[in-house]
C-alpha cells in the first residue's frame, strides 16, 4: 500500500523538488532539487534546526537573514555572539534556544565532513525529526522522516495508529519500501505537500483526496 499511496501523490503532485536551498547569489531559499555542495548541505542542517515548532516559511525568512548577514556557513555561527546570532534568526521563533543549537550544530559539523544520526541525536536539541530530516535531505543517508504530517496520513489510511514510538514508524516505512533515499525524499514531501493541500487537521476535503479509495478515515465517516 505504501507504493501505491505514493505513486498517486506523485502522479496528482509531481515532484516537489526539495530541500529549499539559496541558489548562488540570491539569499532566499528556493526549491532547486535540493543541496549541491558542502555550503547547501550545511544550510539544510540549519533550516531542520529552524523549522522545529513553526511553519517553514518563518524559518525561510531566519535563512534570508543569515544569508543577508553572512552568517550562514559553520565558521561564522560559531564565531558570532548568541545575541546577535538569536537576533538574526528571530523569525524562526524561540530564537534564543535555536541560536544555542545552531552553535552546536556548527562545531560538530566543522569537524565532520560525514555526519551520522547517532552523532546527531547526542547534540542538545536535536530529536530524531530533525536529525533524519538533516541526514536524508542534506547528507543523502536513506531515513524516513516522521513528522506531524506522517502521522495523521497514514492513522487515517490505518497503517498505523499515529501515538506509536517514532523509530516504529519510521522502520515500517523503511521496511515497506526500496531502502533510496531519493525515494525516501520525494515520497516526504509529497506527504507533506498532500496534508497541507487535502488532509488537514479539521475538516479535511476527502472528496477531492487522490488515496481517499485507501483511508479508513473516509469510510469510518461515510
Not at 552546536?104 to 565532513?113: D, E, G, I, N, P
Amino acid at each position: 500500500m505504501l507504493g501505491e499511496i505514493y505513486e498517486k501523490l506523485l502522479s496528482v503532485y509531481g515532484s516537489q523538488g526539495w530541500w529549499p536551498v539559496t541558489p548562488e547569489g540570491q539569499a532566499k531559499p528556493e526549491y532547486t532539487g535540493g543541496p549541491a555542495n558542502f555550503s547547501h548541505r550545511f544550510e539544510v542542517a540549519v533550516g531542520a534546526i529552524l523549522t522545529q515548532n513553526t511553519a517553514w516559511k518563518n524559518a525561510s525568512r531566519a535563512i534570508e537573514n543569515l544569508n543577508r548577514a553572512g552568517l550562514l556557513s559553520p565558521n561564522a555561527i560559531r564565531a558570532a555572539g548568541l545575541p546577535e546570532l538569536a537576533e538574526t534568526i528571530r523569525p524562526a521563533g524561540y530564537f534564543n534556544q535555536k541560536a544555542e543549537r545552531l552553535k552546536r550544530l556548527a562545531f560538530y559539523l566543522s569537524a565532520k565532513t560525514n555526519p551520522t544520526r547517532e552523532a546527531l541525536l547526542a547534540l542538545n536539541g536535536i530529536g530524531p525529526e530533525t536529525a533524519d530530516s538533516i541526514m536524508l535531505y542534506g547528507y543523502g543517508e536513506p531515513y524516513f522522516v516522521i513528522d506531524a504530517y506522517t502521522r495523521r496520513i497514514f492513522s487515517r489510511v490505518g497503517l498505523v495508529k499515529g501515538d506509536e514510538p517514532y523509530d516504529e514508524i519510521r522502520l515500517m516505512f523503511e521496511r515497506g519500501l526500496p531502502r533510496s533515499a531519493e525515494l525516501y525524499q520525494e515520497f516526504h514531501a509529497l506527504i507533506v505537500e498532500h496534508a497541507k493541500r487535502h488532509c488537514r487537521p479539521r475538516e479535511p476535503l476527502c472528496p477531492a483526496c487522490s488515496i481517499v479509495q485507501c483511508c479508513d478515515y473516509k469510510q469510518d465517516r461515510e
